[in-house]
């Protein structure tokens, strides 16, 4: 029911319970192409379904957890979430999907890195320590070497 449907329907009811006149719920069904059952529930006080629910959230009591790990650099949502699963059970946290909601909603988000281009932090090493090799040879011995 459109409100200006409501609100003549509910002057109506005013009127006649105003004047103790019983109410022809067939008649007004008719009137507003409605069934004649919504009509008297209407009638005794139903006043539609609420817009929004206010029912919490099952991570309401992991959002401290959850802000403390995505304070964290080079952190990630995802990350946060296996933490979760992990730590307490995929029955408790949910779908990785309403977790991704419940963040959006909430406005939480990974923090920044501090590091300028948004790369990693080097690592630094000691000269000979570590090597890098892009791909391996065998000689003819069988034996592999760094090229």
Same mark, same amino acid.
């Given at each position: 029911?459109?409100?200006?449907? =409501?609100?003549?329907?509910q002057?109506?009811?005013?009127?006649?319970? +105003?004047?103790?006149?019983?109410?022809? #719920?067939?008649?007004?069904?008719?009137? #507003?192409?409605?069934?004649?059952?919504?009509i008297? =529930? +209407?009638?005794?006080? #139903?006043?539609?379904?609420?817009?929004?629910? !206010?029912?919490?959230?099952?991570?309401?009591?992991?959002?401290?957890?959850?802000e403390?790990?995505? !304070?964290i650099?080079?952190?990630?949502?995802?990350?946060?979430?296996?933490?979760?699963?992990?730590?307490?059970?995929?029955?408790?946290v949910?779908?990785?999907?309403?977790? /991704?909601?419940?963040?959006? =909603?909430?406005?939480?988000?990974?923090? /920044?890195?501090n590091?300028?281009?948004?790369?990693?932090?080097?690592?630094?090493?000691?000269?000979?320590?570590?090597?890098?090799?892009?791909?391996?040879?065998?000689?003819?011995?069988?034996?592999?070497?760094? =090229?």
């Amino acid at each position: 029911m459109d409100e200006s449907q =409501k609100a003549s329907l509910q002057a109506e009811f005013r009127i006649m319970d +105003y004047t103790n006149t019983k109410p022809n #719920y067939a008649e007004l069904a008719r009137k #507003y192409n409605k069934d004649y059952r919504t009509i008297k =529930k +209407y009638h005794e006080g #139903y006043e539609g379904k609420p817009r929004t629910r !206010s029912k919490p959230s099952r991570l309401d009591i992991y959002r401290e957890v959850i802000e403390e790990k995505l !304070s964290i650099p080079r952190t990630t949502r995802k990350g946060v979430y296996e933490f979760l699963v992990d730590r307490y059970g995929i029955e408790k946290v949910g779908s990785y999907s309403n977790f /991704k909601a419940y963040c959006k =909603k909430n406005s939480l988000s990974p923090a /920044k890195s501090n590091t300028p281009g948004g790369g990693s932090t080097r690592y630094e090493t000691e000269p000979a320590d570590m090597a890098q090799c892009d791909w391996l040879c065998k000689d003819s011995h069988n034996q592999s070497y760094a =090229k």
